[in-house]
Each structure stands twice: as C-alpha cells, then as structure tokens.
C-alpha cells in the first residue's frame, strides 16, 4: 500500500476542506494507507474524516504562530509516508520543512488560490505565498484547482514544470434536483411561494464580497418586490453586525434570511431560482458546482474559474459591478419558461460530463502513481 499523509491548515468547512473530505470518501482504500494531520484543530470536516475510518493528527498551532514542538510531532508522524500532501499556503511551507527530515517519496503542493491582490490578502499569506514560490522547484508537483489559480502562480514565480490543474469533483449521487425542495423550505422560513428564492452560500470572508450582492439586490428591489435571499455560511448569523449594517444600508432587511452554515445545502440549492456568486475572488468555488447539480441557474462574477464552471448554462459578469449583476439577474428571471429548463438541464449534465468525482479521482490516482 501507498501511504500519504494529507497536511492542512485546518479542517473547518472551505472549499480545501471540502475537497479533501471528498478525496478521501472515493478514492480506493485498499490501494492506500491514509492519514489526515491538521496543523489546527479538528473541525467539523475532521469529524467527518474520522467516520470514514481514517486517522486525524492535530498539532493545536495558533493560526500564524511558528511552533517547534508541532514540527517535531509532524515529522515523528510522516516518517514513513510515502507521499505528503499539503492543502493551502501555510501547510505548503510547514509540509515543505517537514519533508526534509522525514524524506517521503514525494511531496505534493496544493494551491487553491487566484487571487493574491494586496487589499484581498493578508500581508503574511501573500508572504507565505512569495516564498513558497521559490521553494516550488524542489517539490514533486503542485496541484492547483484552478486554470485560474495555475496561471496567478505561474506568473508570480511558481514553478511552471510543477504545476498540474486537478479541479474540485462532485459526488452527482447526493447533489441532484429535490423536487418538493420549495415547499418544505417556504414552510420552514415562512416564506411566500410566489417568492423567488436567490441564494448565496459562503462563510463571512472580504473575497465573497456580500457587499456586491446586496448592492445589486438593492437595484433589483427598485424594479421588483418578488423575492428573498438566502445567506447561508460560517458567521452568516444575526451576531455578525457588519453583515446586518450591510442589510439594512441596502433597504433589504425584510428580503434577507440568514441561516448560518447548513447540512442541507442540496435541499437549498434545488429550492433556489437563480444561485448568485458575487465573490471579487476564487479558486474552484465548489458551491457554484454543488448548485448546477442540482439544476440550479446561476450568476457568478467573472473570477478565479467560475465562468468556466457555469459555461453557457448561466450568466457572468464582471467582478464588483452591482449594476450588472442586478442586470444579470433580471435577465434569468426573464427568461422563458423553456430557456429556464434548457438551462437547468445543461447545468447538471456539465457538471457530471466535466467535473464528476470519479473522473477527478482517476488524476489524483495518477499524481500518486506516476514516476
């Protein structure tokens, strides 16, 4: 058996996490030896690894605070993996260190990533980043997410040899259409049924740009009063004031519910009319994926590879541009009864030709195999 040992930042609920988790649900247990080390705590995905029968390490570091104890740990836990897989900047660099001790066979990189501007980074990821950027000629590979990602890193010194696009994959089995999914929803939040119902999920972060999003909605609202939106997300509470100030600075407090993070996001997803990724930064948003399964249309600001993902099967706009993205939304409200099924239709038929799990598994399969 192959044994890899996986190192991230943390294991709370993102999109790394997320990937990681569905890594390790599909790929073939008997072929490897799999272990999972969280430079923080476990979090709700490491929970979730953990039912899966696999092993979950924490080392409790404080975000940003080098400790040696916490290398030491790693490196008595990696010493006989055959491959190291980190997820994120910060774990790069540690598995980096890590790696020169304990010697595995491979070392593989993961970047999830596009957007490196100063003003939508902290000083020390962007740091991180740089100097990641001169260590990336002495790892094995870089798995990037993201054309998008794959390119920023190129262009900011990564090494262009290393680097490999693998996008997030889908499990099509638990994201498809719930066809009483409306119903149940307007009678849990007692919400109207003649409603449209906009979703956005996303935990409270600058690069979602909730703010793009509710400006829009406050255009949209100028012109119509029939719907709500929905914000589901880690810290998409009412004890996040500066999201409420946002609502009630755009007239929307009475369009808006938020749900906090949810277990039930196909049930969402399939009760949504028109999913809205505003973000002025991505990766590979999985959430944009997740909602197309579920024949969700959606509109998406043009970053990171969100306009790849939705294709011809929805709307892209510029990134923080309310003005257009109201634009774009009204336009998907006014589309025919037979586009809007047409549409619905392509959406999950390219994710399941293009992005489904077994297919992404099959080139993770071959990064650990191959020479």
């Given at each position: 058996?192959?044994?890899?040992?996986?190192?991230?930042?943390?294991?709370?609920?993102?999109g790394?996490?997320?990937?990681?988790y569905k890594?390790?649900?599909?790929?073939?247990?008997?072929k490897y030896e799999?272990?999972?080390i969280?430079?923080?705590?476990k979090?709700?995905?490491?929970?979730?690894?953990?039912k899966?029968?696999?092993?979950?390490?924490?080392?409790n570091?404080?975000?940003?605070?080098?400790?040696?104890?916490?290398?030491?740990?790693t490196?008595?836990l990696?010493?006989?993996?055959?491959?190291?897989?980190?997820?994120?900047?910060?774990a790069?660099l540690?598995?980096?260190?890590?790696?020169?001790?304990?010697?595995?066979?491979?070392?593989?990189?993961?970047?999830r990533r596009?957007n490196?501007?100063?003003?939508?980074?902290?000083?020390?990821?962007?740091?991180?980043?740089?100097?990641?950027?001169?260590?990336?000629r002495?790892v094995d590979?870089?798995?990037?997410c993201?054309?998008?990602?794959?390119?920023?890193?190129?262009?900011?010194g990564f090494?262009?040899?290393k680097?490999?696009?693998?996008?997030?994959?889908?499990?099509?089995?638990?994201?498809?259409n719930?066809?009483e999914?409306?119903?149940?929803?307007?009678?849990?939040?007692?919400?109207?049924?003649e409603k449209?119902?906009?979703?956005?999920?996303?935990?409270?972060?600058?690069?979602?740009?909730h703010?793009?999003?509710?400006?829009?909605?406050?255009?949209?609202?100028?012109?119509?009063?029939?719907?709500?939106?929905?914000?589901?997300?880690?810290n998409i509470?009412?004890?996040?004031?500066?999201?409420?100030?946002?609502?009630?600075?755009n007239?929307l407090?009475?369009?808006?519910?938020?749900?906090?993070r949810r277990d039930?996001?196909?049930e969402?997803?399939?009760?949504?009319?028109?999913y809205?990724?505003?973000?002025?930064?991505?990766?590979?948003?999985?959430?944009?994926?997740?909602?197309?399964?579920?024949?969700t249309?959606?509109?998406?600001?043009d970053?990171?590879?969100?306009a790849?993902?939705?294709?011809?099967?929805?709307e892209?706009?510029?990134r923080?541009n309310?003005?257009?993205?109201?634009?774009?939304i009204?336009?998907v409200?006014?589309?025919?009864?037979?586009?809007?099924?047409?549409?619905?239709?392509?959406?999950?038929?390219r994710?399941?030709?293009?992005f489904?799990?077994?297919?992404?598994?099959?080139?993770?399969?071959?990064?650990?195999?191959g020479?």
């Amino acid at each position: 058996m192959i044994k890899i040992i996986h190192i991230i930042t943390g294991l709370g609920n993102g999109g790394a996490e997320t990937m990681l988790y569905k890594l390790l649900e599909s790929i073939n247990k008997n072929k490897y030896e799999l272990e999972v080390i969280s430079m923080m705590d476990k979090g709700i995905t490491g929970l979730k690894i953990e039912k899966l029968g696999i092993k979950v390490h924490t080392l409790n570091m404080k975000r940003g605070v080098p400790n040696l104890s916490a290398i030491r740990k790693t490196i008595n836990l990696c010493k006989n993996a055959d491959i190291i897989q980190s997820w994120m900047y910060h774990a790069d660099l540690f598995s980096f260190i890590v790696s020169r001790f304990c010697k595995p066979k491979k070392l593989i990189w993961g970047i999830r990533r596009s957007n490196l501007e100063w003003d939508k980074n902290k000083k020390s990821t962007i740091m991180i980043a740089k100097i990641n950027s001169i260590l990336s000629r002495y790892v094995d590979n870089i798995v990037s997410c993201s054309i998008a990602a794959t390119e920023v890193h190129r262009k900011i010194g990564f090494d262009k040899k290393k680097l490999i696009t693998i996008p997030n994959g889908f499990a099509i089995n638990k994201f498809y259409n719930i066809k009483e999914a409306k119903a149940k929803l307007c009678k849990q939040f007692n919400i109207s049924s003649e409603k449209k119902i906009f979703t956005l999920v996303g935990r409270w972060e600058i690069l979602k740009d909730h703010e793009n999003c509710l400006k829009a909605l406050r255009i949209l609202s100028e012109r119509r009063d029939d719907f709500v939106l929905i914000l589901c997300g880690t810290n998409i509470t009412e004890e996040n004031e500066k999201l409420l100030n946002m609502i009630e600075e755009n007239k929307l407090k009475d369009k808006v519910l938020l749900l906090g993070r949810r277990d039930d996001v196909p049930e969402i997803m399939s009760a949504t009319h028109i999913y809205i990724s505003s973000s002025s930064g991505e990766g590979f948003p999985n959430v944009i994926g997740e909602a197309m399964a579920c024949e969700t249309i959606c509109v998406v600001t043009d970053v990171g590879d969100s306009a790849y993902i939705v294709g011809e099967t929805g709307e892209i706009v510029p990134r923080k541009n309310p003005l257009l993205l109201a634009k774009a939304i009204e336009k998907v409200l006014n589309y025919s009864e037979e586009q809007k099924k047409n549409k619905r239709k392509l959406a999950r038929q390219r994710i399941v030709d293009n992005f489904e799990i077994s297919n992404i598994i099959k080139k993770y399969n071959k990064l650990y195999e191959g020479d």
